[in-house]
């Protein structure tokens, strides 16, 4: 029973703030990296941020360039969170927002299909 829970998406002006969060269960958490994917209207699911576990990895995060110095990732272990903290937000942001586990605790980039369980996204939307 792993699920994954995005929330935190809506509308905000551009340069403005936002933060997701994505609530897991059903697994171990420590011992599986956690990634953040965005897809835009036309184009393909591409990653984000993903951090990896502490049991098994060094709990360390990746950034895709795009989003680097704007977004942040964080676990919440009291709750078995995984959060996007995203500043700066910029039009070009604008996607569905998906969260997902990795097969393994160790993840520094964005294999899709590495990645085995996925949440039914939040939608982001940057537009003044």
């Known amino acids: 029973q792993v699920q994954l829970v995005e929330s935190g998406g809506g509308l905000v002006q551009p340069g403005g703030s936002l933060r997701l969060s994505c609530a897991t269960s059903?697994?171990?958490?420590?011992?599986?990296?956690v990634g953040w994917f965005r897809q835009a209207p036309g184009r393909e699911r591409e990653g984000v941020a993903c951090?990896?576990?502490?049991?098994?990895?060094?709990?360390?995060?990746w950034y895709a360039g795009p989003v680097r110095g704007r977004f942040t990732i964080t676990k919440d272990n009291t709750n078995d969170t995984v959060i996007l903290q995203m500043n700066s937000l910029k039009p070009e942001d604008t996607a569905i927002y998906y969260c997902a586990r990795h097969s393994r605790a160790r993840s520094y980039t964005f294999r899709i299909t590495d990645y085995e369980y996925w949440g039914q996204g939040t939608q982001v939307t940057v537009s003044s």
């Open positions: 951090i990896s576990g502490t049991s098994g990895g060094d709990g360390s995060a």
């Open positions: 059903g697994f171990i958490f420590d011992f599986y990296a």
